[in-house]
């Protein structure tokens, strides 16, 4: 599997999204943050640890409207998704082990009315 960047190929995520289980792991970060190069190699290991799920990288200097309306306060910025809706969003250090625990829990987690949307729909825009 592969890490999946909006700015850069556009295209093939609209074909992973329309096609995936629903199961995604955006990590919303910005170039300058150091913080947020640390979890690109993580990111990376765990799209072959959790091949049903889909991982993006989104700069959010590149890739502005995948915001929607919401704003980073800290970067970086995780969100986890299903079919159901958004399960987290929220600034997460990079600890792999957290993030392991919120995909292996995300079903059980309540849906959240926070973040920037629907992968879908963002997507498709």
Known sequence: MKLFDP???PHA??????????????????????TCDAWRPLLEALTDEYPDWTFLWVDVEDSPDWLGDEDIENFPTILVQDRNGTRYWGALQPRVEQLRRLIDGAAELPVLTGGPGSLDALARD
Do not use: E, F, I, N
């Not at 995520?13 to 150091?34: F, K, M, N």
């Open 7 to 9: 700015h850069a190929d």
């Open 13 to 34: 995520l609209r074909d992973r999204l329309s096609t995936d289980s629903g199961q995604r792991v955006a990590c919303y970060c910005a170039a300058w943050c150091r």
